[in-house]
């Protein structure tokens, strides 16, 4: 069987009419993510499971198939919190969790934290840059990947817990709903506006990983698509964390403005740079294809 080219369809992205559309989607999901009604996505007035309910419907939306029952993997939260993200401990949140079958199981999976920092007082953080941009990285992927169904099964994974100390990725790994040995590639996107000096992967220098780092690397120096790629050992700073024992993983995040502030009420969508957006999906996309 041939596999469907992307490729084709990325480069008739490059025009300058599908280059707005296609950051258009992403912009829609941060401002939603990052609204009012959202509650800073934290566990006052219950904003992440407000925002989940409409991630689910995103998925739902965009043809990816439940990996649960109704695409929750709850879970609790172990301690009580007193500083943002305020949190009583017993509290139960959710993973929202979804897949798109490919050819065959071995799997790409696609992570971001999509909870934030909630209030504090009457004060919203309204998380944006954090993580908003990189669910809608995600969302995005997944809404690409069902109009032009793969090689590889796609799998979606929005995390809550991040910024309580990576509590719904652990939780996963903990309790996974996928084989985790079929994981070709795991990459996990935060912090994804801005990006005007190129972008961050950690956990590149791995046995496991830096072959893949290293052909994204051949990609842009052919097509320029970022200002740089940077590279770093692992760490605890993300959701790819405690997946990386038992799977390749990696954590991207930009370089560089324009955002608005990191842990800030001034972290809002009108902060949001995406101007770099469309050339770093294009990379991404053009590296699923090569893979």
């Known amino acids: 069987m041939v596999r469907p080219s992307w490729i084709l369809i990325f480069m008739l992205l490059l025009s300058p009419a599908l280059q707005a559309q296609d950051s258009t989607y992403a912009r829609r999901i941060i401002r939603d993510l990052s609204s009012e009604e959202m509650f800073g996505r934290g566990m006052q007035h ?112 929005l995390f809550g817990g991040e910024e309580s100390g990576l509590i719904g990725s652990r939780h996963f790994v903990d309790n996974p709903l996928i084989n985790l040995s079929k994981v070709k590639l795991l990459i996990n996107i935060d912090l994804f506006c801005g990006g005007d000096e190129g972008f961050m992967v950690v956990n590149a220098n791995s046995r496991e990983t830096s072959p893949f780092v290293d052909l994204l690397q051949h990609i842009n120096d052919e097509r320029s698509l970022a200002a740089k790629i940077a590279r770093r050992d692992n760490a605890a700073n993300s959701d790819h964390y405690f997946f990386t024992p038992h799977c390749p993983a990696v954590f991207i995040y930009t370089l ?34 090569q893979m």
Request: with cysteine; hydrophobic share 35%; proline share 5%.
């Open 46 to 157: 219950r904003g992440d499971s407000i925002a989940a309910d409409y991630l689910r419907a995103e998925m739902m939306a965009n043809g990816v198939k439940p990996l649960c029952k109704n695409y929750y993997q709850y879970f609790r939260f172990p301690q009580t919190r007193s500083k943002p993200p305020i949190v009583r401990a017993g509290y139960q949140s959710q993973n929202v969790c979804g897949y798109i079958p490919g050819e065959v199981d071995t799997m790409i999976v696609f992570t971001a934290h999509y909870e934030h920092l909630g209030m504090n007082g009457d004060t919203i953080f309204y998380g944006a840059h954090d993580n908003a941009s990189g669910t809608a990285a995600v969302m995005d992927l997944a809404r690409m990947a069902n109009l032009h169904r793969g090689h590889y099964t796609y799998v979606f994974l």
């Open 256 to 289: 560089g403005g324009p955002f608005g502030g990191y842990h800030s009420p001034t972290d809002t969508c009108e902060g949001c740079g995406l101007g770099n957006y469309h050339n770093f999906m294009m990379l991404l996309r053009i590296f699923l294809e």
